[in-house]
């Protein structure tokens, strides 16, 4: 088991174009969710998975951002039309049934949008 | 509207010390809290948590205090090493863990 893990670890994208981000959570782990962290904060909660299902969204997730499990397994987070105000740390983080008090991280994905 | 907070964004304390972390919530619903340390270019691991059930859970070197009634957690570390320089981040959840609220961090400088 390698953790979780998160791919592209940086990317830099010009404002206007489109970004996705990809999470493989631990593999029995059937919670999922997405942070994103700037500079001098905590992770804020973008949306939570379980299972395929996406139970909880954050106002925070504008409409260009939109997320998905397909299959309950690996996670994508896309964010369309991207403006230098999303540059950040994207995290992912998963956890499983009998421990879902416990989130285990991502080393995370770090968008600058120049 | 921030419900998890860390008012202190920095923390020094010499090798061998005890070092204080403290973290206010303002959210009544809040039922679990955790602590996290974040090194830099990872991802924030777990450290200690606890249930409002309990005021004190302990491991190792880290205990955890929970006043409910002041809506005040801290973490203590004792004795303090140099490696235990890091972010730490407390957090919160109401219920069934589909949220959990993270403060802005202390970052903790454990001196030689």
């Known amino acids: 088991d390698t953790g979780v893990s998160q791919d592209p670890r940086h990317k830099i994208t010009k404002r206007g174009q489109n970004v996705t981000f990809r999470c493989d959570p631990i593999?029995?782990?059937?919670?999922l969710y997405w942070y994103r962290q700037t500079l001098g904060q905590g992770p804020e909660f973008l949306t939570y998975f379980q299972n395929e299902a996406q139970l909880e969204k954050s106002r925070l997730l504008s409409d260009r951002f939109s997320a998905e499990r397909p299959k309950g397994s690996f996670s994508t987070l896309e964010i369309q039309r991207t403006e230098q105000g999303d540059s950040a740390m994207y995290l992912c983080a998963s956890s499983s049934r009998s421990g879902a008090n416990v989130l285990t991280f991502g080393a995370g994905s770090r968008l600058t949008v120049l | 509207d921030q419900q998890v907070k860390q008012n202190s964004p920095s923390l020094s304390v010499q090798e061998g010390r005890i070092s204080i972390l403290n973290c206010d919530y303002t959210?009544?619903?809040?039922?679990?809290f955790l602590w996290y340390k974040k090194y830099p270019a990872e991802g924030p691991t777990f450290l200690i948590s606890?249930?409002?059930?309990?005021d004190k859970n302990e491991d190792g070197r880290f205990t955890v205090f929970l006043n409910k009634s002041a809506k005040h957690l801290s973490l203590h570390i004792v004795p303090s090493q140099p490696g235990d320089s890091a972010v730490y981040f407390c957090?919160?959840?109401?219920?069934?863990?589909?949220?959990?609220?993270f403060g802005s961090g202390t970052k903790l400088n454990v001196k030689p």
């Open positions: 957090a919160a959840s109401a219920g069934n863990f589909n949220k959990f609220y």
């Open positions: 593999s029995e782990h059937n919670r």
């Open positions: 606890i249930s409002s059930i309990k």
């Open positions: 959210n009544s619903m809040f039922d679990y």
